[in-house]
């Protein structure tokens, strides 16, 4: 898109700055152009007066335009900027306190909708891959395999210039060992305004769709709401919580838009991402850190190889959970399968140092271990693994402030 015509910059700058007029007759806005024509009408003494300062105040409305526009081009899609200072040099003293940075934002934002001022071409995505792994290391305490798993799929997906298929993560792992703060990570770090942003939809099972009489209204619904964020965003994140509750029909009515590609409504889902939050496999994974802390190995010396192959074992079991029931696994929708382990009481406090940081909170050591020691640890003889893993962490420590 090149420069857009100084006209429309000239009318941008009028609405920002409003009129300076006064209110006519009958209590309508007044422009300085009516109100010129009055006072000439009126054949007052100050007429011409009111006449030349109209002018002078459309030609200072003009120049602030051109200036302002400059401003933006400048800042929004980095062109003319050397126009700029050239032309303003130090004697304008023009600066953005003038308009605000609300404004600039809002006509920032419309004219990255055209979709020329990003990498992406959706001002809406940045996918800030570097961010993501500088937070999964620093924030995500335990889990070597769901940080090595999830960045890697995330990169090269985001990488590939056309996907045959959406890219389709399935995390699994006992309650509170990070589920979910992976997938904000993922909304944060992949979209500017990261869980709000229009381009991500978060489905909780048991309260989106809590009736399974219903489950005909819901496939119907879900289907529509998924279509329409694909028009909307052509970088969409999708997240199932509690997926596990999900009804299988739900599943294989979504299977569709996580296939290979097949444009039969002329809408690209290739480029979405979907992610699947379970509690089931919680128990096979924990068997397996727990062997492994017996037979004295490492937790780093899991691999995702070794792991995924028991979960898929324990996922196609005919027990009355959707993955069994509905064609993901069947049809190897599922991308990959993100273990999340269990977390040990040196994890525990890790996380309790994190709460303290983010409430800009001192601790000690000795706080740490107070925090930690409220929690629940299993199995009943070894006290390895926290019951909770992180969850209400944040929470528990009020009772340690002074």
């Given at each position: 898109?090149?420069r857009?015509?100084?006209?429309?910059?000239?009318?941008?700058?009028?609405?920002?700055?409003?009129?300076?007029?006064?209110?006519?007759?009958?209590?309508?806005p007044?422009?300085?152009?009516?109100?010129?024509?009055?006072?000439?009408?009126?054949?007052?003494?100050?007429?011409?007066?009111?006449?030349?300062?109209?002018?002078k105040?459309?030609?200072?409305?003009?120049?602030?335009?051109?200036?302002?526009?400059?401003?933006?081009?400048?800042?929004?899609?980095?062109?003319?900027?050397n126009?700029?200072?050239?032309?303003?040099?130090?004697r304008?003293?023009?600066?953005?306190?003038?308009?605000g940075?609300?404004?600039?934002?809002?006509?920032?934002?419309?004219?990255?909708?055209?979709?020329?001022?990003?990498?992406?071409?959706?001002?809406?995505?940045?996918?800030?891959?570097?961010?993501?792994?500088?937070?999964?290391?620093?924030?995500?305490?335990?889990?070597?395999?769901?940080?090595?798993?999830?960045?890697?799929?995330?990169?090269?997906?985001?990488?590939s210039?056309?996907?045959?298929?959406?890219l389709?993560?399935?995390?699994?792992?006992?309650?509170?060992?990070?589920?979910?703060?992976v997938?904000?990570?993922?909304?944060?770090?992949?979209?500017?305004?990261?869980?709000?942003?229009?381009?991500?939809?978060?489905?909780?099972?048991?309260?989106h769709?809590?009736?399974?009489?219903?489950?005909?209204?819901?496939?119907?619904?879900?289907?529509?709401?998924?279509?329409?964020?694909?028009?909307?965003?052509?970088?969409?994140?999708f997240?199932?919580?509690?997926?596990?509750?999900?009804?299988?029909?739900?599943?294989d009515?979504?299977?569709?838009?996580?296939?290979?590609?097949?444009n039969k409504?002329?809408?690209?889902?290739?480029r979405?991402?979907?992610?699947?939050?379970?509690?089931?496999?919680?128990?096979t994974?924990?068997?397996?850190?727990?062997?492994f802390?017996?037979?004295?190995?490492?937790?780093?010396?899991?691999?995702?190889?070794?792991?995924?192959?028991?979960?898929?074992?324990?996922?196609?079991?005919?027990?009355?959970?959707?993955?069994?029931?509905?064609?993901?696994?069947?049809?190897?929708?599922?991308?990959?399968?993100?273990?999340?382990?269990?977390?040990?009481?040196?994890?525990?406090?890790?996380?309790?140092?994190?709460?303290?940081?983010?409430?800009?909170?001192?601790?000690?050591?000795?706080?740490?271990?107070?925090?930690?020691?409220?929690?629940?640890?299993?199995?009943k003889?070894?006290?390895?693994?926290?019951?909770?893993?992180?969850?209400?962490?944040?929470?528990?420590?009020?009772?340690?402030?002074?």
């Amino acid at each position: 898109m090149g420069r857009i015509p100084a006209r429309l910059g000239l009318t941008c700058c009028l609405l920002l700055l409003g009129g300076s007029g006064g209110l006519g007759s009958q209590g309508t806005p007044q422009g300085p152009w009516e109100e010129e024509q009055d006072a000439v009408a009126k054949g007052g003494p100050w007429g011409r007066a009111r006449y030349e300062a109209v002018k002078k105040h459309l030609g200072a409305v003009g120049a602030l335009s051109k200036q302002y526009w400059q401003y933006m081009a400048c800042k929004v899609w980095q062109e003319g900027c050397n126009e700029e200072e050239e032309e303003s040099g130090p004697r304008s003293g023009w600066s953005l306190p003038l308009v605000g940075q609300d404004y600039l934002d809002i006509l920032s934002t419309w004219y990255c909708s055209f979709g020329k001022c990003c990498e992406t071409g959706d001002c809406r995505i940045i996918n800030n891959i570097t961010g993501l792994a500088a937070e999964l290391n620093a924030q995500l305490h335990g889990q070597h395999l769901a940080k090595e798993v999830v960045l890697r799929a995330v990169q090269e997906f985001l990488q590939s210039p056309r996907p045959e298929k959406a890219l389709v993560l399935s995390f699994h792992g006992w309650s509170g060992t990070g589920k979910n703060f992976v997938a904000r990570m993922l909304a944060g770090h992949l979209y500017r305004d990261g869980p709000r942003s229009q381009c991500v939809r978060v489905f909780i099972s048991l309260f989106h769709f809590p009736h399974h009489k219903y489950v005909d209204s819901y496939q119907a619904q879900l289907k529509k709401q998924l279509h329409e964020t694909v028009q909307l965003c052509k970088q969409p994140l999708f997240i199932f919580d509690e997926a596990e509750k999900l009804h299988f029909s739900l599943l294989d009515a979504i299977k569709p838009f996580m296939a290979r590609y097949d444009n039969k409504d002329q809408v690209d889902y290739r480029r979405s991402i979907f992610l699947f939050l379970s509690n089931l496999g919680g128990n096979t994974i924990n068997e397996v850190t727990l062997d492994f802390w017996r037979a004295g190995r490492a937790r780093e010396e899991i691999s995702a190889e070794f792991l995924e192959q028991r979960l898929r074992r324990e996922l196609q079991e005919p027990a009355e959970n959707s993955y069994a029931r509905s064609h993901l696994l069947e049809e190897n929708l599922i991308d990959f399968f993100v273990p999340f382990l269990p977390l040990e009481y040196h994890h525990v406090k890790l996380c309790a140092r994190d709460a303290f940081l983010a409430r800009g909170l001192p601790y000690t050591e000795a706080a740490l271990d107070e925090v930690a020691r409220t929690m629940v640890f299993v199995p009943k003889e070894e006290k390895l693994f926290s019951a909770q893993g992180c969850k209400s962490v944040s929470q528990r420590i009020n009772y340690f402030l002074p």
